[in-house]
């Protein structure tokens, strides 16, 4: 199994242009997170999603858009990208189960907005 | 804001028993208690959680006040690759975890 995977690793985006980040999962896991990393700083909860066709806004949505079209995927969507958009960005899956939520991390997205 | 207070940084020498504490002081009667790791800037590791008893796992102890208002990791015998931050968690309601600062372990020779 390949857990969670994301796509891409690394990007350069440019003041005001838009892009999508792919998060893809394989262990059949009804949630998905897609949390931002600044420098220096934990983890932020951006948007998540309890099921296929449902998406939850988390701490810091503002400026970001989700999709959870298929069970396995999770997109995060930048409209107009602005340079506080930088960070790190982590996908994460978990299943439910009231008394174990334990979360599967992504490798991360390193994105740098100009 | 994070209903959790760590440390920012500890460090361990290796074979020892490091012992990483957490407040969450504000905590409620069901919610767990998360610790994850992040090792350098890949994604964090999940290591262990409770609600009320002790638990222990492969990789570490999770040691929880009665009062539920403090608890401990312990990571029994450290080693160099122990090094990381440490993230205690709070389960709110639908999964939306907070993650703190962490605290900064290091492990040294």
């Known amino acids: 199994n390949a857990g969670v995977t994301q796509t891409p690793k690394f990007r350069v985006l440019k003041t005001g242009q838009s892009m999508t980040l792919l998060c893809a999962q394989d262990?059949?896991?009804?949630?998905m997170y897609w949390y931002r990393q600044d420098p220096g700083m934990g983890l932020r909860l951006i948007h998540y999603?309890?099921?296929?066709?449902?998406?939850a806004k988390g701490e810091v949505p503002d400026g970001y858009n989700v999709s959870r079209l298929k069970k396995q995927n999770f997109l995060l969507g930048l409209e107009s990208a602005a340079p506080s958009q930088t960070s790190v960005y982590f996908c994460a899956s978990s299943p439910w189960d009231r008394a174990n939520n334990e979360q599967f991390f992504g490798p991360g997205t390193r994105l740098t907005v100009l | 804001d994070a209903k959790t207070t760590q440390p920012p940084s500890m460090d361990c020498a290796e074979g020892r028993a490091a012992n990483l504490p957490c407040n969450h002081s504000t905590i409620s009667g069901n919610e767990y208690v998360y610790w994850y790791r992040q090792i350098h800037s890949q994604g964090p590791q999940y290591i262990i959680h409770?609600?009320?008893n002790n638990e222990t796992n492969e990789m570490a102890s999770l040691i929880i006040t009665e009062d539920r208002k403090s608890s401990t990791l312990i990571l029994p015998h450290a080693t160099l690759r122990d090094t990381a931050v440490y993230y205690c968690?709070?389960?709110?309601?639908?999964?939306?975890?907070?993650f703190g600062a962490g605290t900064r372990l290091t492990v040294k020779p």
């Open positions: 262990m059949n896991h009804e949630y």
């Open positions: 409770g609600l009320k």
């Open positions: 999603s309890v099921g296929e066709g449902t998406t």
């Open positions: 968690i709070v389960r709110y309601d639908n999964n939306d975890m907070r």
